[in-house]
């Protein structure tokens, strides 16, 4: 069963309920996909049983269509926020992550045809690696953090928060006017353009800056 963990070791003492994702908070995601930019944040939520370790094997499910890797930045909620604003969000995230949003392309298609959720796209086992978190006993600039991926060697992603649509702090905020953020909730902040189909035997590699956190992943 997945577990937070911190980067330097200490424990994380809450476990994850929920994870909010927020999709196309990256413009020039949104144009690759040939999808509109949202007006405003478009959330959807993955269970808790979507989330595996990251630094482990990657399972590909089998029979459903191509599944795409979406890098993100998590953020790890260490206090309760219910209708919160923008000042009150910083001292309730406890940690920065990195996570992929797994997500199966060819039925997230179909769904959005027929004008239904994509949650069977979106949150299905095992959909949501995470990494370890690194535990934030300072305060961040939430507009200059940068995150990569690689694929097989090759840099596929480069996300930087400076160019969210919304961004960090205002984004969860946002979400804490719709959904209550318990502590060990996870929010996925979106994926910036790049993303592609995997295959078995890829190799991943995600860093958080240039040396706050680095983790590796192999799909199988």
């Not at 944040?41 to 990657?58: E, G, R, Y």
């Not at 219910?82 to 797994?102: F, K, Q, R, W, Y």
């Not at 502590?183 to 890829?202: I, Y």
């Amino acid at each position: 069963m997945y577990q937070h963990q911190f980067t330097c070791g200490s424990e994380v003492p809450y476990k994850l309920s929920k994870i909010i994702c927020v999709g196309r908070n990256y413009a020039d995601h949104a144009a690759e996909l040939n999808n509109p930019v949202p007006e405003e944040p478009l959330l959807f939520i993955k269970p808790a049983t979507a989330a595996v370790d990251m630094a482990k094997p990657i399972h590909l499910p089998t029979g459903r269509g191509s599944c795409h890797f979406e890098g993100e930045l998590a953020l790890l909620i260490g206090k309760k926020l219910t209708d919160a604003n923008a000042t009150e969000v910083p001292p309730a995230i406890a940690g920065l992550g990195l996570s992929l949003d797994l997500t199966l392309r060819d039925l997230q298609a179909q769904l959005k045809q027929a004008g239904h959720p994509w949650e069977k796209a979106k949150g299905f086992d095992n959909s949501c690696p995470l990494s370890s978190f690194v535990k934030l006993d300072w305060l961040p600039d939430w507009d200059k953090l940068s995150y990569s991926l690689w694929l097989n060697g090759e840099q596929r992603q480069c996300g930087k928060t400076e160019h969210m649509l919304t961004p960090i702090l205002d984004l969860v905020a946002y979400i804490s006017s719709y959904f209550t953020l318990e502590p060990g909730d996870v929010v996925l902040t979106g994926t910036p353009a790049g993303v592609g189909e995997l295959h078995h035997g890829d190799k991943l590699m995600m860093q958080l800056q240039d040396d706050w956190l680095q983790v590796e992943s192999e799909v199988v």
